[in-house]
């Protein structure tokens, strides 16, 4: 039997044990994820719990891999050091990303299921890895806040360069207004009346809830002066017409199909009433100059 150095055992039982270290890593994390469906009915918290688990395993697995490989002691400690200034002079984005990551999480910017923006990309956040965030994007050529069909990839790091804005973190709604020109011969008293109806309609099943939500707001920041969620009214008079405003809570993710669904009901109601016209932007000729002959002022 040839002689095989002892170098070659110890490569040979490395790379078992690293193959068992990644078994039992994809395992423990699957694991995981089958008890967190079982325990947690939210989609949106099981998902983020999920991915700060599978993050947390992948990084415990990598650093396990590590010290089999390198061990422990001086040696560890050197090849650490070089690796890492290694990885920093080579791969600033990557290192700008798991810092992003460690905000994101830390700093309980978003989560999995909230709607933000980052930078110029909107949209609902469907996973959270260490170095990007997976976006379903809405708006672009859409209009209004829904789905374009596309998953847009943001490097995690583009939250420290970047503004990002959470629609949902804290309060579940959004304020949305419906602007109506009104000619000034309608019964403008009428059609604010029936606007406002209209909008106390479609908000009050949402009114209760959204209401205690807005409380537990107003009490992490209490320089938020804003405590109603029942629809409000605002007026204008314009050089055209009688401008008027409705304000009203709305889910982000119901925003169109609201606003699409009052424009509708408005539209056929003011049908119904003869002394209610809505403006549009005309050009009225009041008067021609009189037209003379050319020649006949030679």
Do not use: C
């Amino acid at each position: 039997m040839p002689n095989i150095p002892a170098v070659y055992y110890d490569t040979i039982w490395k790379f078992a044990i690293s193959v068992v270290v990644i078994i039992i890593t994809l395992v423990v994390s699957r694991a995981i994820s089958r008890l967190l469906r079982k325990r947690i009915e939210e989609t949106s918290q099981r998902k983020t719990l999920r991915m700060l688990i599978r993050n947390g395993v992948l990084i415990i697995g990598a650093i396990i891999l590590l010290i089999i490989w390198l061990g422990f002691g001086s040696s560890f400690t050197v090849a650490m050091g070089i690796l890492g200034a290694g990885i920093a002079f080579a791969s600033q984005e990557i290192i700008g990303s798991l810092s992003g990551f460690l905000t994101i999480v830390t700093g309980s910017l978003f989560r999995i299921g909230d709607r933000v923006k980052i930078g110029n990309v909107a949209g609902d956040v469907l996973d959270i890895s260490l170095l990007r965030t997976k976006v379903m994007e809405i708006g672009e050529w859409v209009k209004a806040d829904q789905y374009t069909g596309r998953i847009v990839s943001v490097a995690n790091r583009a939250v420290f360069s970047d503004p990002v804005i959470n629609y949902t973190q804290h309060w579940i709604y959004l304020w949305d207004e419906v602007t109506l020109p009104i000619t000034y011969d309608s019964n403008w008293q009428k059609a604010a009346k029936i606007i406002l109806d209209h909008g106390q309609e479609y908000s009050s099943h949402s009114q209760p809830d959204a209401k205690n939500e807005l409380h537990k707001v107003v009490g992490l920041y209490p320089s938020i002066d804003e405590d109603s969620v029942e629809p409000s009214l605002y007026i204008e008079m314009t050089d055209n017409w009688i401008e008027i405003t409705l304000r009203y809570i709305v889910d982000p993710h119901e925003r169109r199909t609201v606003k699409a669904d009052l424009h509708l009901e408005l539209l056929k109601h003011f049908e119904e009433e003869s002394d209610i016209t809505i403006a549009s932007a005309t050009t009225e000729i009041v008067g021609f100059p009189p037209l003379t002959d050319a020649r006949t002022n030679q």
